[in-house]
């Protein structure tokens, strides 16, 4: 029996392994595409990403979490529209890119223990610099898209705040995986302002993705991590 599970253990880590190097293969030709603004590239890559993302953790997670691969479709879908690069694409994603940050709020706070309201407030401070700073520069250019970019500050100034405090009560790998997760995202925000004030915006676009994904695999690291420490702790109570 013992050697049925280590069988089926180092099976499932070979395949997820495989899965593992397909998301980074393809995130690197999608991320080479936007830097040389190759829409081909592109759309021959982009919609790989998430998926194989999404093959590697059913195939690496010992109890799937449904509302993480909720959130995972509702990325990908919003990373589709985003490639059209045109004003209704941009926000019928940003629609589906919410969703996505209120699942994965959902998700970690119920991962993660609530920080008192000090380290809470302590922790979004940093958050808060990056969204007033992306508002200050892009008021005029957004418009009226500027409420539902201001939405989507408000929660990741949450989660970065509910992740950055968590880490100051508890310095675990987790905390810490989470939190620079969630920080690159809304680095993702400040590089594509960025990309309007300059002429080679392929960069910022290329360095968008980049930040995108590292992010998306940490968050992924994290639904792991806390798994480890909830069999950690069952352990020891059964012990």
């Known amino acids: 029996m013992s050697l049925d599970k280590s069988f089926n253990a180092k099976y499932r880590k070979y395949i997820s392994s ?7 293969i393809v995130s690197l030709f999608e991320i080479m595409g936007e830097y040389k603004e190759d829409k081909l590239l592109i759309w021959i890559t982009k919609p790989f990403i998430l998926p194989f993302l999404f093959a590697y953790y059913l195939s690496l997670t010992k109890k799937i979490n449904y509302f993480f691969l909720v959130a995972i479709i509702c990325s990908w ?15 019928f ?13 959902y998700i970690v706070m119920n991962k993660v223990k609530m920080p008192s309201l000090v380290p809470l407030i302590i922790g979004s401070v940093p ?4 969204y007033a700073t ?3 520069l892009s ?3 957004m418009g009226d898209n500027i409420y539902l970019f201001l939405i989507h500050g408000i929660f990741t100034i949450f989660l970065g705040g509910l992740s950055l405090g968590n880490y100051i009560m508890v310095s675990n790998k987790s905390n810490l995986v989470l ?6 995202f809304a680095l993702t925000q400040f590089v594509f302002v960025l990309k ?4 080679d915006a392929n960069f910022f676009h290329a360095l968008a993705m980049t930040m995108f994904v590292v992010g998306q695999f940490l968050l992924t690291k994290f639904m792991f991590l806390t798994e480890e420490n909830k069999d950690k702790y069952q352990t020891t109570l059964l012990s």
Do not use: D, K, P, Q
Request: proline fraction near 0%.
């Open 18 to 24: 495989f899965f593992l190097c397909l998301f980074f």
């Open 77 to 91: 879908i919003a990373n589709l529209l985003f490639i059209e690069n045109t004003i209704n694409w941009i926000i």
């Open 93 to 105: 994603g940003s629609v589906f890119f919410l969703v996505y940050r209120i699942l994965v709020i």
């Open 127 to 130: 958050f808060i610099f990056i």
């Open 134 to 136: 992306v508002c200050s």
């Open 139 to 141: 008021f005029e250019a």
């Open 179 to 184: 939190f620079l997760s969630t920080m690159l």
């Open 196 to 199: 309007v004030y300059y002429e």
